[in-house]
T-cell receptor
Framework: ETGVTQTPRHLVMGMTNKKSLKCEQHLGHNAMYWYKQSAKKPLELMFVYNFKEQTENNSVPSRFSPECPNSSHLFLHLHTLQPEDSALYLC??????????????FGDGTRLSIL | GENVEQHPSTLSVQEGDSAVIKCTYSDSASNYFPWYKQELGKRPQLIIDIRSNVGEKKDQRIAVTLNKTAKHFSLHITETQPEDSAVYFCAASPYNTDKLIFGTGTRLQVFP
């Protein structure tokens, strides 16, 4: 399945670097999500965008800055990250429905390592 | 806030046996419950889901049951195969939101 594409697949960066993660969905969905997946922890929801509008910011530190220019693209801008930010960052999309949610489809993720 | 608890954290079964994973949720208004399978190094993939107006759903060897009164739902895998080995996540969607609250995952190992 190539419905949700994330780049890069792997990223190693120093704490003072600035980088961006990219996500693109080809499923015609109206909602996009960023999750953080760390070892032995549940998937942590970071941000939700519905029709390009941010509807959820789950108390994420300001060193993570999302951007959603349209319903098909989602970015996560990274700046002065900490070692504990090393994790797998997953993007997902869905055709969100306020009456009852629809399945979320995930990308392969970006494995981020902070030196 | 909303919370989903998942048990067990690890589960080992012999090929051909059944496996059951259980989740409980805190928000009684939750109305959508998907299950995801994540193989090592791969993306989480939806394997089955159920909505609050249904008590049970089955798809070949996989079934999900929902008890709204008790606020718990379970994944049942019958006739397990080695390729069923993976981490399984349950999730619940609070009513009138576009987000999922995930459980902590169950690592299932099926031994041949």
């Amino acid at each position: 399945e190539t419905g949700v594409t994330q780049t890069p697949r792997h990223l190693v960066m120093g704490m003072t670097n600035k980088k961006s993660l990219k996500c693109e969905q080809h499923l015609g969905h109206n909602a996009m999500y960023w999750y953080k997946q760390s070892a032995k922890k549940p998937l942590e929801l970071m941000f939700v965008y519905n029709f390009k509008e941010q509807t959820e910011n789950n108390s994420v530190p300001s060193r993570f800055s999302p951007e959603c220019p349209n319903s098909s693209h989602l970015f996560l801008h990274l700046h002065t990250l900490q070692p504990e930010d090393s994790a797998l960052y997953l993007c997902a999309s869905s055709q969100a429905d306020r009456l009852g949610n629809q399945p979320q489809h995930f990308g392969d993720g970006t494995r981020l390592s902070i030196l | 806030g909303e919370n989903v608890e998942q048990h067990p954290s690890t589960l080992s079964v012999q090929e051909g046996d059944s496996a059951v994973i259980k989740c409980t949720y805190s928000d009684s208004a939750s109305n959508y419950f998907p299950w995801y399978k994540q193989e090592l190094g791969k993306r989480p993939q939806l394997i089955i889901d159920i909505r609050s107006n249904v008590g049970e759903k089955k798809d070949q060897r996989i079934a999900v049951t929902l008890n709204k009164t008790a606020k718990h739902f379970s994944l049942h895998i019958t006739e397990t195969q080695p390729e069923d080995s993976a981490v399984y996540f349950c999730a619940a969607s609070p009513y009138n939101t576009d987000k999922l609250i995930f459980g902590t995952g169950t690592r299932l190992q099926v031994f041949p």
